[in-house]
Every structure is written in structure tokens, then in C-alpha cells.
């Protein structure tokens, strides 16, 4: 589930950039469509962040900070990131303790 769930927010960080026209998939993108993933926002909840006022704020930083291109292409800390979330969701679903839940 968890590796699904990384993939639909991956997706949709490229769908946002592409739809902006933005230069770079950042990590800022990633960070904002996990925003809509259900889990996720879960967590930065539980850790007392405002969704919304973190939504608008990356929206906001986004916009001023990301070149436009035709195509987005993923920044070198955004793929370190998709890297290292890859790894993880695969060792949290083939981990002895993943399948006994």
C-alpha cells in the first residue's frame, strides 16, 4: 500500500510540473502532492502542521522560485529523494514485519 501510494504522489508531482510548465520536479512538488496523500497527511498532521497554510506555502514558493520549461526533468534532490523513498517502501513491504500485519 505504501509503495502504491508513493507512486500515485509521484505521479501526480509530474502531472503538477508538467501542467505548470515548471523547469524541474523539486522536492518542493513532491512535498506538495503528498499533501493529498492520504497517509502522509496524516503524519505531517500528527506532527501539528496546517495542510492548507503549508499547501498555499509551497504553492507560493514554487511559483517564485521554479524556472518554466516544456518539460519538467526531476532535480538531483529530487531524485535522491524519490531514491531513498523507493528503497524504504520496498524494505517496509518485504520486511518479515510488513507481511505479518
Known amino acids: 500500500m505504501i509503495a502504491q ?3 500515485v504522489s509521484l505521479h501526480m508531482a509530474f502531472v503538477e510540473a508538467r501542467q ?3 523547469e524541474f520536479i523539486t522536492v518542493e512538488h513532491l512535498l506538495l502532492a ?3 496523500n ?3 497527511a ?13 499547501r498555499k506555502a509551497l504553492g507560493d514558493f514554487i511559483a517564485a522560485h521554479t524556472p518554466r ?10 531524485r535522491r529523494s524519490v531514491s531513498s523513498a523507493s528503497s ?6 518485504s520486511s518479515p514485519r510488513a507481511r505479518r500485519k
Open 88 to 93: 524504504s517502501a520496498r524494505s517496509c513491504t
Open 69 to 78: 520549461s516544456r518539460a519538467p526533468r526531476k532535480s538531483i534532490p529530487s
Open 5 to 7: 501510494e508513493l507512486e
Open 34 to 36: 503528498l499533501l493529498d
Open 42 to 54: 496524516e503524519v505531517l498532521r500528527a506532527c501539528a502542521a496546517n495542510i492548507e497554510e503549508l
Open 38 to 40: 492520504p497517509t502522509a
Open 20 to 22: 505548470k510548465r515548471h
